[in-house]
């Protein structure tokens, strides 16, 4: 598999990768306004950054492929439909989310957060180092599955009584708080059920540039093989649309594969919660989206137009056969 060191490192990689930093959510005094950790949460996201920002070549080429897969994106005929943005520098960090995903005009919010992975060789590794890291984040596809599964069974696994007075908490401004002994656990639950801690309405919305935070949703886990971003990055255009495809696919069966995931839990749990039914219906919500014939439509093209591509059909095959291990191992 290519190195990144083989790969030219010139001014339009650096400009692409500086046009996806720009476009971030960016935290202000609004998001100041709103959370009672908002300083601690820059100070902490500073800390990760200043790590990041070292430039060992796994990190830029990381960088250039959420930065390519963004690009790519929003030059796809799925542009239209969506709303798609780079997300700020602390949810990346601290929530695992590079992107989210958003239908244009849609009448409730309905977000949704792709974690995109490159390094396939990383499926049989461990956690990045909490030393090196700052955080301990898992890698490979596979693990980044399991811990987007962890979120839904942490919804799903709440004590509704307990889940109602949280809600009431933060929808009463709890985050406003000063943390004392009584309320430290609400702060230190409320972030484990952020889909995203930093969100800003899109333009499109009824009320854009509205600052907040998400609770449920998708959160989808892309796989995008370092062969096509470096052939990509070289100028290889038709590379650079094939990656465009695959996120859209990708994103597509993700969502599905959650959707059967939590109908299944469904049939057998009796006693659900307020958090747990929000992520059910936000996640429904995209199925009903999928639904639409166009954008069924630009699925089927997508599949039309790589049935020769042979390795895009192997990306496939490697995503869907990933999918189903996590089926196998969770009988």
Same mark, same amino acid.
């Given at each position: 598999m290519p190195n990144f060191e083989r790969t030219p490192t010139n001014e339009n990689v650096d400009r692409l990768i500086s046009r996806?930093?720009?476009?971030?959510i960016k935290p202000d005094k609004e998001f100041a306004d709103l959370y009672f950790e908002y300083g601690d949460d820059m100070a902490r996201t500073e800390r990760v950054g200043s790590v990041y920002d070292e430039q060992h070549a796994e990190v830029k080429l990381g960088k250039a492929a959420e930065a390519l897969v963004f690009s790519e994106l929003l030059k796809h005929e799925a542009g239209q439909h969506f709303d798609i943005r780079p997300t700020s520098?602390?949810?990346?960090y601290f929530h695992g989310v590079d992107l989210l995903i958003e239908p244009r005009n849609a009448p409730l919010q309905s977000l949704a957060?792709?974690?995109i992975t490159i390094n396939q060789e990383d499926i049989k590794g461990t956690h990045r180092s909490s030393g090196q890291y700052a955080e301990e984040r898992p890698v490979?596809?596979?693990k980044k599955l399991l811990r987007s599964r962890a979120y839904t069974d942490r919804l799903a696994n709440l004590d509704a009584t307990h889940a109602r007075d949280l809600s009431a908490w933060i929808g009463s401004g709890g985050l406003h708080e000063m943390k004392t002994a009584d309320n430290k656990r609400y702060f230190s639950e409320a972030e484990r059920l952020f889909l995203m801690k930093y969100y800003t309405a899109p333009d499109s919305s009824n009320e854009p540039k509205k600052p907040g935070f998400v609770i449920g949703g998708p959160q989808a886990v892309i796989s995008i093989d370092s062969v096509?971003? *470096?052939k990509a990055l070289q100028g290889n255009k038709s590379a650079a649309t094939t990656i465009g495809d695959l996120a859209l696919l990708e994103f597509v069966s993700c969502v599905q594969a959650e959707q059967e995931y939590l109908d299944s839990i469904v049939k057998y749990k009796k006693d659900r919660n307020i958090f747990f039914d929000t992520h059910y219906s936000k996640v429904r919500s995209w199925s009903h989206i999928?639904?639409?014939p166009e954008i069924g439509g630009l699925v089927g093209d997508i599949l039309k137009r790589n049935q020769d591509n042979r390795e895009f059909r192997e990306q496939l095959a490697y995503y869907a056969q990933t999918? *189903?291990?996590l089926k196998m191992d969770s009988r």
């Open positions: 996806f930093e720009d476009r971030r520098h602390y949810d990346d957060s792709i974690d490979g596809l596979e096509f971003v *470096n999928f639904d639409k999918f *189903n291990k």
